[in-house]
C-alpha cells in the first residue's frame, strides 16, 4: 500500500517520466495507469486491493435452484452430487424443475459444501470394488436378515430382506420378530406370488438357511425344511462362504443402505410404526433413489417379474425308472440292503429315490432333483 502512495505521489510531481518511474517500481505502464484513475476517482481508498471477482457471472447459479438442491440434500442427508444430479433431470423431465440449466455434479459438489452439507471425512474415505451382476432380474435373488435392533417397546426387530441381483430391485423388507423358517417362508410365498420364482437364491450357512456346511458324514449334506422346500419348487438355493460375507454383496449394500439412510434416523417405535417406516422407504429406493451401481438407473426401470409363477399346488414325489424309493422314517434316517442312512430331520415322512451308479456298490440318494448323499455298499 505504502508503495502505490508513492508511486502516485511521484508520478503527480512529473520530476520523472512515467515510464521511467514504472520501471523504478518494477510494474507495468498499464499498471501505474490504473493506480494513478484509482486515486483520482476515490483518493487513497481507491489504492486498497480489490476483488478479482468478476462483476458479472452469467452461469452463475441462482439462489432458488441451490435452495432445491440443499432442500434434497436435507431430505435425504446421504445423497450426494450424483444422485441430486440425477433427481433434478428426472425433475426436469417431469414439469416439475422449471430451470433451464442443471448444474453439474462438480457444482452441486462445491454447494453443498458451501452449506456446509457435506462430512469431509466421509468424503475422503477410499472406494474400490469390482462389481459382478447377474445378465437378467430374477436370475438370482439375494436373501438375509440384516442384523436385529431393538426398538423403543424393548422388543428387538429382525429385518427380513430380499434383493434383485441383476436391478438391485428389493423384494421383501420386512419388519420381523423372529428368524424362523415360518417366517422366512411366509414372506418368501406373498414375494413368489406378486413377483414370480426365481432360478437361485443365495443365503448364508446359518440358521434357517443352511446348517452353516456342516456335513452328516463324508457321503451327503444335511438339509434344512427352507432347502426342502425350494427343491420342491425347483428354486436352487445356494450358500456363501463361511465367514465371507462380501460373497453376498448386494445383500450387504443393500442393508448399509437401509441402516445410514433410515435407522440411523428413526427410532421406531414397534413393529407397526417400523414396517410403515420400511414401506415407504422401500418405496424411495426401488422408484426414486437413483443407484449408482446400475448407471445412476432406479432399481425399478430394471426390474421385471419373473416368468415363473408360483404353483397352487406343491409337486407330489415321483419315482424315476430304475429308482428305489424309500420312505424317511423318524430320526431322518432310510433303510436299504438292510442297514440305516441318514438323510436328514427336514425330510421325516416324505420319500427319497435311491438310484443305482454304474459303478458296482454306489448309489446317490436324491430328493426330486437334488442329490442328497452318497451309498457306498
Not at 301 to 317: A, G, I, M, T, W
Request: net charge positive; hydrophobic share 30%.
Amino acid at each position: 500500500m505504502g508503495q502505490k502512495i508513492d508511486f502516485v505521489m511521484l508520478s503527480l510531481e512529473k520530476n520523472i517520466s512515467f515510464s521511467e518511474l514504472c520501471k523504478r517500481f518494477n510494474i507495468s505502464r498499464p499498471t501505474g495507469y490504473k493506480w494513478c484513475t484509482r486515486y483520482k476517482q476515490d483518493g487513497i481508498e481507491g489504492l486498497k486491493e480489490q476483488s478479482c471477482r468478476p462483476r458479472r457471472s452469467p452461469l452463475k447459479i441462482c439462489q432458488k435452484v441451490e435452495d432445491i438442491i440443499v432442500d434434497l440434500r436435507k431430505s435425504d442427508p446421504e445423497w450426494g452430487p450424483k444422485k441430486i444430479h440425477r433427481l433434478l433431470l428426472e425433475m426436469q423431465s417431469e414439469g416439475s424443475y422449471s430451470f433451464s440449466q442443471i448444474p453439474a455434479q462438480s457444482t452441486i459438489g462445491s454447494i453443498l459444501k458451501r452449506r456446509g452439507l457435506i462430512n469431509k471425512e466421509k468424503s475422503q474415505i477410499p472406494h474400490s470394488w469390482k462389481r459382478f451382476e447377474y445378465d437378467y432380474p430374477n436370475e438370482l435373488w439375494q436373501m438375509d436378515y440384516k442384523g436385529e435392533f431393538i426398538m423403543r417397546n424393548n422388543h428387538y426387530c429382525y429385518p427380513l430382506t430380499v434383493t434383485d441381483d441383476h436391478s438391485r430391485f428389493n423384494l421383501i423388507l420386512q419388519a420381523c420378530d423372529n428368524q424362523r423358517y415360518i417366517t422366512v417362508q411366509e414372506h418368501l410365498t406373498t414375494a413368489f406370488r406378486e413377483y414370480g420364482m426365481p432360478e437361485i437364491i443365495l443365503c448364508d450357512n446359518g440358521s434357517p438357511w443352511g446348517l452353516a456346511g456342516q456335513n452328516m458324514q463324508a457321503e451327503g449334506q444335511s438339509i434344512t425344511k427352507l432347502e426342502k422346500w425350494m427343491i420342491r419348487l425347483n428354486i436352487k438355493l445356494i450358500h456363501g462362504r463361511p465367514y465371507h460375507p462380501q460373497t453376498q454383496g448386494k445383500e450387504e449394500r443393500f442393508h448399509k443402505t437401509l441402516k445410514i439412510e433410515l435407522l440411523n434416523y428413526k427410532s421406531m417405535k414397534d413393529f407397526t410404526h417400523c414396517q410403515n417406516e420400511f414401506d415407504n422407504w422401500r418405496i424411495k429406493y426401488n422408484h426414486k433413489r437413483p443407484h449408482e451401481a446400475i448407471a445412476m438407473d432406479v432399481p425399478a426401470k430394471r426390474y421385471q417379474v419373473s416368468n415363473r409363477r408360483y404353483p397352487d399346488k406343491l409337486p407330489d414325489f415321483q419315482i424315476h425308472s430304475g429308482d428305489i424309493a424309500r420312505k424317511v422314517y423318524d430320526g431322518g434316517k432310510i433303510s436299504f440292503k438292510g442297514k440305516k442312512y441318514r438323510v436328514g430331520r427336514a425330510l421325516e415322512g416324505d420319500h427319497v429315490a435311491i438310484r443305482p451308479l454304474d459303478r458296482n456298490n454306489t448309489f446317490e440318494v436324491y430328493y426330486f432333483n437334488k442329490m442328497i448323499r452318497k451309498i457306498y455298499l
